[in-house]
């Protein structure tokens, strides 16, 4: 049975900030920063947490978010999960703000990879409290798509961070990749996309409709459906996967369908 995870909901109600680092493990073992890309400022250093309820209250206009787009949770199961997340943030319910971050990196957001490496690097977010090996771990792991922002995060993470600290973060990050790493989480999440998504296009080439919980009253044109749930799709694997094919929908299926790129 599937763990769940995070990302960001189709409409207004998105994920929480995309701020931060990407990682090399060599880094860990040596116990040096890696190398920041020039001419990049990158987010706050890992000292201090971006202030998450003004980002969350500014994600929605100043509005609370009630409910999330439910019929997203076996689709883009990281976008779903993003929502909850910025869901009980906004209401300071700490525990499950955590949880939520977790299902949402389970299905390979690194958003959400990012800000629990930040929760428990500086332990100054709600009652989590901090746990500095466990925080630069999921740092590397935000990183893992060579994002400028998130290499300078867990750069300032690595520089902060003692010898012993290192060397644990190393373990638990091995630890972690077997179920968060790009290879595994995403690979998921691509999976479980390309198999829900698959009904949608066949609907689409015979001129159907689709419906999807939450996501709209009525049902709509299959077509106008996966063609939001591609560009959705897109943003959501950038980095991690090939291109996905939008717009008109092909006479081969599953050539609309995203797939990974060949193991480096």
Same mark, same amino acid.
């Given at each position: 049975?599937d763990?769940?995870?995070?990302?960001?909901?189709?409409?207004?109600?998105?994920?929480?900030?995309?701020?931060?680092?990407?990682?090399?493990?060599?880094?860990?073992?040596?116990?040096?920063?890696? /190398?920041?890309?020039?001419?990049?400022?990158?987010?706050?250093?890992?000292?201090?947490?971006?202030?998450?309820?003004?980002?969350?209250?500014?994600?929605?206009?100043?509005?609370?978010?009630?409910?999330?787009?439910?019929?997203?949770?076996?689709?883009?199961?990281a976008?779903?999960?993003?929502?909850?997340?910025?869901?009980?943030?906004?209401?300071?319910?700490?525990?499950?703000?955590?949880?939520?971050?977790?299902?949402?990196?389970?299905?390979?957001?690194?958003?959400?990879?990012?800000?629990?490496?930040?929760?428990?690097?500086n332990?100054?977010?709600?009652?989590?409290?901090?746990?500095?090996?466990?925080?630069?771990?999921?740092?590397?792991?935000?990183?893992?798509?060579?994002?400028?922002?998130? +290499? /300078?995060?867990?750069?300032?993470?690595? +520089?902060?961070?003692?010898?012993?600290?290192?060397?644990?973060?190393?373990?638990?990050?091995?630890?972690?990749?077997?179920?968060?790493?790009?290879? +595994?989480?995403?690979?998921?999440?691509?999976?479980?996309?390309?198999?829900?998504?698959?009904?949608?296009?066949?609907?689409?080439?015979?001129?159907?409709?689709?419906?999807?919980?939450?996501?709209?009253?009525?049902?709509?044109?299959?077509?106008? +459906?996966?063609?939001?749930?591609?560009?959705?799709?897109?943003?959501?694997?950038?980095?991690l996967?090939? /291109?996905?094919?939008v717009?008109?929908?092909?006479?081969?299926?599953h050539?609309?369908?995203?797939r990974?790129?060949?193991?480096?």
């Amino acid at each position: 049975m599937d763990r769940p995870a995070l990302a960001l909901p189709l409409r207004v109600v998105a994920t929480i900030a995309a701020l931060c680092a990407s990682p090399m493990t060599q880094a860990f073992q040596a116990g040096t920063a890696p /190398t920041q890309p020039p001419g990049n400022a990158g987010p706050a250093p890992a000292s201090t947490s971006p202030d998450l309820h003004q980002q969350a209250m500014d994600f929605t206009g100043g509005e609370k978010i009630i409910n999330c787009i439910d019929g997203l949770e076996r689709i883009l199961p990281a976008d779903y999960y993003g929502c909850r997340a910025l869901y009980h943030l906004q209401r300071e319910h700490w525990s499950s703000y955590r949880e939520s971050l977790r299902d949402a990196a389970y299905w390979a957001n690194k958003n959400a990879q990012y800000l629990l490496g930040i929760a428990f690097f500086n332990g100054d977010v709600g009652d989590i409290q901090a746990n500095r090996p466990l925080g630069l771990a999921w740092l590397a792991l935000a990183a893992e798509r060579k994002n400028p922002d998130y +290499v /300078t995060a867990y750069a300032n993470a690595v +520089v902060r961070s003692t010898p012993a600290e290192k060397q644990q973060a190393s373990k638990i990050y091995l630890k972690l990749k077997k179920d968060y790493s790009d290879k +595994v989480a995403g690979t998921r999440a691509v999976q479980r996309y390309n198999h829900e998504i698959q009904p949608m296009q066949d609907a689409a080439q015979s001129g159907g409709f689709a419906y999807i919980s939450g996501f709209g009253p009525f049902p709509e044109q299959a077509t106008t +459906v996966v063609k939001r749930l591609h560009d959705q799709a897109e943003k959501d694997f950038d980095g991690l996967m090939g /291109t996905v094919t939008v717009g008109a929908i092909d006479t081969d299926a599953h050539s609309a369908q995203i797939r990974p790129e060949a193991s480096k």
